[in-house]
Structures are given as structure tokens and as C-alpha cells.
């Protein structure tokens, strides 16, 4: 097995928070989708979100409502896992609020939120861009995923299982 997916398997069977970081194109959404698949909450609910997608009041209003239909985002992955893609770009504002939510059990126990950043291919760190209060209460694991360009043998491994997955489409 490749180390990531060692990783990936050991994190998936814990109920912690989790930052995935690394370069665009590294496979952090893969690896979000793996977590959640491998572990208890399979059968659950899967929501994600890119941060970076909206203004800061329509990403007020879709993660934590109101939401004119439906529920808000932290409500709707109730029991499941929220991912928020591109995480660096969640204003200090909305990070406040989100770690009230995770603080108060708006977001209750057995919500994983999956944390997604792209900062390192930045020159920057999560601990840059991540309030150090939300950082600390997400990091329960990490996960820096290296380029593909280091990761040699494994490129080819995941090409090969990517050709076969298209292949029976």
C-alpha cells in the first residue's frame, strides 16, 4: 500500500477533525472522500464546500444559514463529514464563527469536518492562515500531502488505478 493510504486508513477509523494540505492536484478532495469512506461514517452524509467559491456572506449563509430552502451546510452534514475546500480563504470573521459552532456542539461530536488548504503551495503554512484557536481545534490529525513529482513510484501506482476506474465506465 502507499504510505498516504497507511495514513489515510489509520485516520478514517478516529472521529478527530482533520487539515489535509498541499499543492494543487496532490489529491486532498481524494483523500477527504477516502476518509470518509474507510471510516464510520460511511453511510453518512458527505457535504463539501470551496471556500474560495463565494463572498463571504453567501458562505455565511450556506454554512451556517439561513438558508432560504434547505439546511445550512454544518446541519445538512449532521452525523457525516464537512469538507471546506480551500479553507485559507474562510475570512477571520467566518473563522470565528465556525469555531463557536464547533466549540458550542453546533456542529455536534459526530460531525468530522475535513479541513482542505492549498496555502503550502503558497510558500505559507495552515498555521498562516488558520486562526491558531480554529487550527488547534481542527488539527486534531494532519496531513501534508507531497507533490506528485515527489512521490516517484506512486504516480504510477495511481495512474494505474485511475485507467482501471475509467476503464469499467
Known amino acids: 500500500a502507499l504510505p498516504i493510504c497507511e495514513d489515510v486508513l489509520d485516520i478514517a477509523q478516529s ?11 496532490t ?53 457525516g463529514t464537512l469538507v471546506l475546500e480551500d479553507i485559507e480563504a474562510l475570512s477571520t470573521g467566518l473563522q470565528a464563527r465556525l469555531l463557536t459552532v464547533l466549540n458550542e456542539q453546533g456542529t455536534p461530536a459526530e460531525t468530522r469536518v475535513v479541513a482542505i488548504c492549498n496555502a503550502h503551495g503558497e510558500g505559507r503554512t495552515l498555521e498562516d492562515v488558520l486562526r491558531p484557536d480554529l487550527f488547534c481545534r481542527l488539527a486534531a490529525h494532519k496531513l501534508t500531502l507531497p507533490p506528485l513529482r515527489a512521490r516517484g513510484e506512486d504516480v504510477l501506482t495511481l495512474f494505474t488505478r485511475m485507467t482501471e476506474a475509467f476503464a469499467d465506465d
Open 15 to 25: 472521529d478527530g477533525h482533520v487539515l489535509i494540505d498541499g499543492e494543487t492536484g
Open 27 to 79: 489529491g486532498k478532495t481524494l483523500v477527504a472522500h477516502a476518509l470518509h469512506a474507510a471510516g464510520t461514517r460511511a453511510g453518512k452524509k458527505f457535504v463539501t464546500i470551496s471556500c474560495a467559491a463565494y463572498t463571504e456572506e453567501a458562505l455565511a449563509e450556506k454554512l451556517f444559514g439561513p438558508v432560504a430552502e434547505g439546511l445550512p451546510l454544518v446541519e445538512e452534514a449532521r452525523g
